[in-house]
């Protein structure tokens, strides 16, 4: 898209009508208006900088440790609105003594942490979190993740990344939720309310942070920082929609991403900042920058200098400088230049300070933290149950799995005794030494690393069955952490192939952060369990799926590669005019190299047992815009154990003004089933969560629309059809409208 299209961009963003947001940053009481007004009235232009700038406090992986007298003597002096790396209820306490008491206007700090999956007790990654297809789930880990981090007296996370991945080159697939902006959708909303709960003042929780708005995951080339380049349609349909859902869901805050899109750095981003997300969306909360971005608007090329590139935030509508010191250098200076800057200062400050006084901070500014809960047990029970529901069970070919009890085990694989991957690279507090791996929680399996690859066998021909832990450790996913090749690392592709030569039953056990390309290593392997980063009870959860204790019930939320060159694919492509034809003799849109689409598909993942679907069945033939209808399945089944069916239902408009993915995911329940039980899913749907964005618009046209329900987005059992019987124009984005689901 041109530098013409994006003001087109811009300028369709501005010409729909969008409605108010919700929920968004609740309207502040009369009290709170009028005492920010005052402040406003009473700061001089300097105390109004400060407000803008947060600084570091330490380092992540040493907390604190800038908190020194000098820092605190820029803390009387009003310097800085908010830290960040800072934690531990007196620490905190203490930093916001100096702050309230000692500074001129009194006004408090924001305490901020990168808190993504977990505080002290560290639980799945959010890909992980993801793969449950349960935001109660997701919520669970965000309220998990708040109370403790809360009890350490921090205010704001950096956290639901609602970004849509499709390259999983991408490092920071991991910190996700997958592919998909319906499931993004379904997941931010409940993270946003499992950090801040149902008002941010509620106590107990935190201040939300929907990032990175927007594109980040549309890295060309899936090189971390890289430009991204997406148009107008996909843009809304794909990449905005879990903002717009996060943002609905009260998000307190937005933080804007490193990269351009268009040619334009986000964090410059005056149409999609300022003309869109404020003034389309009405969207009143608190954005930050992301790290040193403001001053890397100067590598970006569309800043001369530090100086620039800070007034061209402001007029973005940055409200706050994360570390780049660009705010405090230069605004005040630049304001005084230039008054217009003024009052764009005045509304960035007012934003700050309406974020303070939702969380209470006015009215108790020392009401986070307590010492106390600080030091409570960790939260093992919950963290081990997310862990399993965040399983994905590949394949299991010839039920290997569950393991039949007595077997002998071999377990093989260094990453089966890597407590700090175990937890992932947002750490926050975690501890390696708090994880209990795979290797500690089978105790009785005979265990080698894998490194001396002949003890590795001889394990092996010891055993019935080979359990091989393979992927990732931490440090290859995450920021900064692309890979042109996402195959085994180093060493492990031999060791497999060695342990496959001993013709015992194999069950790989991938570990990552990455949907990693392994169709060839994975060939003649019988069973495979994605197991991701689980935090810190992950060996026991994967020990209890593995011996059948519990069912599988996890489904991917991003395509796995058959090979990392089909990076970026998607489920929800267009048909393109000559879709891809199994027949290599007729031309079309496949490689000539690999088979079509991905080795494990989005929504795929097995159970221990069968789960039968009955017919789709509509409660009417055609809707009026403004109507509903309801799409039911019935789903038995037909096993011996207790499981979780993730039903699946996707859409496909079959002929549109402009072409239309193959199917897109407009509902999912994951559903419990007692063996031989039948229930049935009802999903209520709107005409609006059809509409396809052109011109500026949401467009709801008429005319047929395929639902589609299965088991994953190419395991559809059956299908049916209805019509919309007139257009209209829908209001947000068609994928962040959440359909109603009744399971009886
Ligand atoms: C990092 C990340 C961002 C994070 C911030 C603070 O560079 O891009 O997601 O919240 O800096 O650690």
């Keep these: 898209m041109n530098r013409r299209n994006v003001l087109a961009a811009g300028a369709m963003l501005a010409a729909s009508a969008w409605t108010p947001l919700a929920r968004a940053a609740r309207p502040l009481g009369a009290d709170h208006r009028a005492r920010i007004q005052a402040l406003l009235g009473q700061m001089t232009l300097a105390e109004k900088v400060g407000q803008m700038n947060q600084i570091a406090g330490g380092r992540q992986k040493s907390l604190n440790s800038k908190l020194d007298a000098a820092m605190l003597d820029r803390v009387r002096k009003g310097e800085m609105g908010s830290f960040l790396h800072v934690a531990g209820a007196e620490p905190l306490r203490d930093l916001q003594r100096v702050a309230v008491e000692e500074s001129r206007l009194k006004i408090p700090l924001l305490f901020a942490m990168d808190v993504i999956h977990g505080y002290r007790t560290i639980l799945p990654v959010p890909l992980a979190l993801a793969a449950s297809w349960d935001p109660k789930v997701a919520e669970q880990a965000a309220r998990i993740a708040a109370e403790e981090a809360w009890a350490a007296g921090l205010h704001w996370t950096f956290t639901p990344m609602v970004d849509v991945a499709r390259d999983p080159r991408w490092g920071r697939v991991v910190e996700g939720a997958g592919e998909d902006a319906y499931l993004g959708s379904r997941i931010a909303e409940a993270q946003v309310a499992g950090f801040q709960g149902a008002d941010l003042g509620e106590g107990r929780r935190m201040m939300a942070c929907a990032k990175h708005f927007v594109g980040y995951g549309a890295a060309e080339g899936g090189r971390d920082y890289d430009s991204a380049e997406v148009g107008p349609r996909t843009l809304n349909e794909v990449y905005l929609p879990p903002f717009h859902a996060a943002a609905r869901a009260g998000a307190g805050s937005f933080m804007t991403a490193f990269n351009a899109l268009d040619g334009v750095p986000m964090t410059a981003n005056a149409e999609l900042v300022r003309g869109f997300l404020r003034a389309q969306w009405h969207y009143q909360g608190l954005v930050v920058s992301d790290w040193n971005a403001i001053r890397e608007l100067v590598n970006h090329g569309i800043a001369a200098d530090a100086r620039e590139a800070a007034v061209l935030a402001l007029k973005a509508g940055v409200d706050m400088d994360m570390a780049s010191g660009s705010y405090a250098t230069y605004l005040a200076e630049a304001a005084t230049a230039d008054a217009s800057l003024v009052p764009l200062i005045d509304e960035s400050v007012g934003r700050i300070l309406a974020a303070k006084a939702r969380l209470g901070l006015f009215d108790d500014p020392y009401g986070f933290g307590d010492p106390a809960r600080d030091k409570a047990p960790l939260r093992r029970t919950e963290a081990r149950d997310l862990a399993k529901r965040s399983l994905v069970l590949l394949r299991n070919d010839g039920a290997v799995l569950p393991l039949k009890p007595g077997a002998r085990l071999a377990l093989i694989g260094a990453l089966a005794d890597d407590a700090s991957s175990a937890i992932g690279s947002w750490r926050a507090r975690g501890q390696a030494t708090d994880a209990v791996t795979l290797k500690a929680a089978l105790a009785g399996a005979d265990y080698q690393p894998g490194t001396d690859v002949a003890a590795a066998v001889e394990a092996a021909k010891r055993a019935d069955i080979v359990l091989v832990a393979l992927g990732e450790d931490f440090n290859r996913t995450g920021e900064a952490r692309s890979y042109a090749e996402i195959g085994l690392p180093e060493g492990q592709a031999a060791l497999l192939e060695a342990l496959k030569a001993t013709g ?241």
């Design 504 to 744: 015992k039953p194999i069950v790989a056990i991938l570990m990552g952060g990455r949907p990693l390309a392994l169709e060839r290593e994975l060939t003649g392997v019988p069973a495979v369990l994605q197991t991701w980063l689980l935090g810190i009870e992950s060996g026991p959860a994967i020990a209890e799926i593995l011996t059948g204790k519990a069912a599988p019930g996890g489904r991917l939320p991003i395509g796995m590669p058959r090979r990392t060159g089909q990076s970026p694919q998607s489920y929800a492509h267009l048909p393109t005019g000559r879709p891809a034809n199994p027949d290599l003799a007729v031309d079309s849109a496949r490689y000539h190299d690999t088979e079509i689409g991905p080795l494990f598909a989005f929504g795929h993942g097995l159970t221990y047992g069968e789960i039968a679907y009955g017919p789709l069945s509509l409660s009417a033939e055609t809707v009026a815009p403004g109507g509903r209808i309801t799409a039911s399945v019935q789903v038995t089944n037909r096993g011996t154990m207790a499981v979780d069916e993730v039903v699946q239902l996707y859409a496909n408009d079959p002929v549109a003004a402009v072409s239309r993915p193959v199917a897109e995911l407009r509902g999912f329940a994951r559903v419990p089933l007692k063996p031989g039980q039948s229930r049935t899913v009802r999903f209520t749907l709107s005409p609006e969560q059809f509409a396809f964005w052109r011109d500026g618009k949401w467009i709801v046209e008429a005319g047929d629309i395929r639902l589609m329900a299965g088991a994953s987005s190419v395991d559809l059992k059956s299908e049916a059809r209805f019509r919309i019987t007139a257009g209209a124009e829908g209001q947000v984005p068609a994928a962040s409208l959440a359909t109603k689901v009744e399971i009886a």
